[in-house]
């Protein structure tokens, strides 16, 4: 079973870091794409980064240059380190392989 679950969300002050984990499991990791989405409150989800099995990494342009997407194929874990948040980046944040997603965890940046 197919199983994805996020964590480090929280709340943090325009400027600040964090450090988003999802954990997979049920399935061959090392030989899929991963990717983060977040949806914002009335907001549709929208796709912020992506990693392939290859490593080759993608980004939103509005992520650019702050985020950093990694993985490690030995702990079945993608990483999403935020840099330099802004107040827009407030939202859930999703990762998902495939058709499969996770629970979602809450990042809010807030003055």
């Known amino acids: 079973q197919v199983q994805l679950v996020e964590s480090g969300g929280d709340v943090v002050q325009p400027g600040g870091s964090l450090r988003l984990s999802c954990e997979a499991s049920g399935f061959a990791f090392r030989f899929f794409d991963v990717h983060w989405h977040r949806q914002a409150p009335g907001k549709q989800r929208e796709l912020v980064a992506s990693?392939?099995?290859?490593?080759?990494?993608n980004y939103a342009d509005s992520v650019k240059g702050r985020f950093t997407i990694s993985r490690d194929n030995s702990k079945s874990t993608v990483y999403l380190q935020m840099n330099s948040l802004k107040l827009e980046d407030t939202a859930v944040y999703y990762c998902g392989i495939t058709d499969y997603w996770g629970q979602g965890t809450q990042v809010t940046v807030s003055s």
């Open positions: 990693i392939a099995s290859g490593g080759a990494t």
